[in-house]
């Protein structure tokens, strides 16, 4: 079965430090990767998607970037994050053709 | 641009009470609506899908219902019960031969009271 795992759950981070969330999915392949954002109060952002190794799509110029140095890898990044960057950080999986998406569990981001 | 808007924003509703959700959409081409349900500080669970043909789909209590030609949708929720608080999202996907974008409306957070 397809499993996806996202770590750490949890994250305090000062402002203007690194950020990087790791997002891997096993049990598929060549799955379509998807990055999301939920802020407080507000809906889902998509932020990347990846339909492959180093295929990256943003959505929204923003101050950070999204990388996918394996298969069933997925990695979001921040060289200096902001206090705005503060939020939900969401990472899923689907495959080509079908537009279920299954979601992580997680890394909720906040940043001091 | 594609738009998913949902309404209410918030619900509070008794247990065993019913409740509808709606959502509306400008989403083009149009592929298919899913409803999400997502507890608290977990991922969403897709709950349904419809395509452009069907009309209406149920999963036990739940049950969508889709009007393309006005692209709108519901979600009723049949004789709620305390588990069902949870915020709904309306997801419409676009796109056509395998590659589908997804839009997502903001979501109506729902609370049951005992």
């Known amino acids: 079965s397809q499993t996806i795992h996202q770590w750490p759950a949890t994250l305090v981070q000062p402002v203007g430090s690194p950020l990087s969330l790791e997002c891997t999915v096993e049990g598929t392949s060549n799955p379509n990767l998807y990055w999301y954002r939920q802020a407080a109060g507000r809906g889902l952002q998509l932020l990347f998607y990846s339909v492959g190794i180093g295929q990256i799509s943003s959505e929204v110029p923003q101050n950070l970037s999204a990388s996918r140095p394996q298969d069933r890898q997925f990695i979001l990044s921040s060289k200096k994050l902001l206090l705005s960057d503060s939020g939900f950080y969401l990472c899923?999986?689907?495959?080509?053709?079908?537009?279920?998406?299954?979601f992580g569990q997680g890394t909720r981001l906040t940043v001091v | 641009k594609n738009q998913v808007e949902q309404s209410p924003q918030s619900l509070i509703i008794l247990e065993g009470k019913n409740c509808t959700l709606q959502c509306n959409y400008t989403v083009s081409p149009f592929s298919n609506l899913r409803w999400y349900k997502q507890d608290t500080g977990r991922g969403p669970v897709s709950l349904t899908i419809?395509?452009?043909?069907?009309n209406t789909k149920s999963n036990g209590r739940y049950t969508a219902t889709l009007d393309a030609d006005t692209k709108q949708s519901s979600l009723h929720i049949t004789a709620s019960q305390l588990s069902d608080s949870a915020s709904y999202i309306c997801v419409v996907s676009a796109g056509t031969g395998g590659s589908y974008i997804p839009t997502f409306g903001r979501g109506t957070s729902l609370i049951v009271h005992p």
């Open positions: 899923a999986w689907s495959v080509w053709g079908n537009t279920e998406a299954f």
């Open positions: 419809m395509t452009f043909s069907e």
